[in-house]
């Protein structure tokens, strides 16, 4: 986008061209950059700096309307529409859906027919892990109380049981372009197990930065939404979807940065992120804090918003 529309409490809404912007100081930036919207649909929106390998400074939003005149959905774009549909069958053909944190990621490179066999074959892979339980959609698994295979005689004498329910299974990736895209994750009655043992009401469990709150006893949620930007340090990443929060990266920044190859901090601006932690108040209550849940970074994923 080359431009958006800036709203800050008690002023006079502005709009600014990216070329304006982009002229102001770094303080002025910095205060105005969580308070962009898309000019024609209201969107969220981001400010991203030029960056050293000759990107040009743009807006962007995640939170476009499909019918958005700014909105032009590049192939990643797609991609996270595909998913969201994909989520949203899940939801709908499950008794209740299982995140798998150690899912192995799709990554850009890769070719469009490798994914479809990298999916096949990670389906496979799940379905026979899963005891066989057939699996025409999605991928299932088997609850530990299964019974074994009987004789047909042995069969024929057992009352017919219920069926089995149907446990879906699905990485932070696609769960998080779910989310950016609109999908019913968010408002949805099924169970979500985070583990074993765990489970929330997805509509519990997932919460974007915007409404995050403190919660008792530090019980973990899965925080999503954009960031907005990082500090110069880049220890912390602030939200664009509010004010009043902030994810602490100190402790994980270089592994993190290896991971999702960030080389500088303008690569951050615009990013989705989710990750699984717990939300709690600074000494003063001024700031929430959102912090990775046993600084595991398998907990957490991100893209960045050129991808």
């Known amino acids: 986008m080359l431009d958006a ?13 990216v070329f304006t912007f982009q002229r102001l100081s770094e303080q ?15 969107g969220k929106a981001y400010f991203r700096k030029a960056s050293r390998d000759g990107k040009a400074a743009c807006f962007g939003s995640r939170y476009h309307q499909t019918d958005c005149s700014e909105f032009n959905p590049s192939a990643s774009r797609k991609q996270e529409e595909q998913d969201a549909l994909e989520v949203n069958q899940q939801l709908l053909e499950s008794d209740a859906l299982k995140i798998d944190f150690s899912m192995p990621l799709r990554r850009k490179a890769q070719s469009a027919q490798q994914a479809q ?3 096949a074959n990670s389906k496979q892979a799940q379905v ?6 057939e699996s ?5 698994l088997a609850t530990a109380d299964e019974p074994k295979g009987e004789t047909k005689a042995e069969s024929e004498h057992q009352p017919k049981s219920s069926p089995e329910p149907k446990i879906a299974n699905q990485g932070l990736q696609k769960l998080l372009h779910s989310l950016l895209r609109g999908s019913d994750l968010a408002s949805s009655d099924l169970w979500v ?8 009401r997805a509509k519990n469990l997932f919460v974007n ?36 929060v902030g994810i602490p990266i100190e402790e994980v920044k270089a592994e993190l940065c290896q ?10 601006e615009g990013a989705g992120i989710i990750l699984f932690g717990k939300c709690f108040w600074n000494k003063n209550k001024t700031r929430k804090i959102i912090q990775l849940w046993n600084k595991d970074l398998s907990r957490l994923h991100l893209v960045k918003a050129e991808d």
Not at 136 to 140: E, L, Q, R, T, V
Not at 259 to 268: A, M, N, S, T, V
Request: proline share 5%.
């Open 136 to 140: 025409p959609k999605g991928s299932y």
């Open 193 to 200: 197990y985070t583990d074993d043992k765990y489970r929330w």
């Open 117 to 119: 066999v990298e999916q």
């Open 28 to 42: 002025e930036i910095e205060a105005l950059r969580q308070q962009l919207y898309c000019p024609v649909c209201d």
């Open 259 to 268: 991971k999702f190859d960030i080389q500088e901090r303008e690569e951050l």
């Open 5 to 17: 529309v800036c709203r800050v409490e008690g002023q006079a809404e502005k709009t600014y061209s």
């Open 209 to 244: 930065f915007a409404d995050a709150e403190p919660t008792e006893r530090h019980a973990p949620r899965m925080y999503w939404g954009t960031i907005s930007h990082a500090d110069k340090a880049l220890l912390w990443l602030n939200p664009a979807d509010c004010q009043d």
């Open 128 to 133: 026979e892990q899963a005891d066989g339980v």
